[in-house]
């Protein structure tokens, strides 16, 4: 014969809370996994699915690395006069001109006068920071930014202008 837990035992009085504070923290986790999938579709909604060409000129382009075709797309703006010099943050500390000039060999002309590396951006924070110094350092006082759709959130909110006067 199998013996039945009985309800009135302490034991039992000891399992109820348990399983209540269980059941909190299973619920809160669920909510909190519903909450961030309705935040990343938030996200996803507000993206742009298409490039566009900037609406104005501007003093000078920034392009932050990462994404297979930005340098390029940012050395089209720059060859169309968006801008008048380029700045390319986050490039790694072993390239160099000659190895974007073999990526882009149109643009060699380009990028012997008008565009600018930084090697020591290694995150968006880091970015800004290097973009803010270069900017100031030529008197720029518009920029264009070229990053992926998914990116230009936390791009704009670093090179936002409250933190752009730091």
Known sequence: MSQQPDDRSPNAAARQPRGMVRAAVV??????????????????????????????????????????????????????????????SGVHPTNDVSDISRMLPDNHKLLNCCVDL??????????????????????????????SNYHMPRAIVELSPCRMSR
């Open 27 to 88: 619920a809160t986790l669920a909510l909190g996994f519903v909450g961030a999938g309705f935040g990343f579709v938030a996200f996803l909604s507000q993206l742009r699915g298409v490039e566009v060409k900037p609406a104005r000129n501007a003093d000078g382009i920034v392009v932050l690395t990462g994404g297979s075709s930005r340098v390029s797309d940012a050395m089209e703006l720059l060859a169309g006069g968006y801008g008048k010099r380029l700045l390319i």
């Open 118 to 147: 930084d090697r020591s951006a290694v995150n968006t924070r880091s970015n800004a920071a290097e973009t803010r110094r270069w900017a100031r350092e030529r008197g720029f006082k518009s920029l264009i930014v070229v990053t």
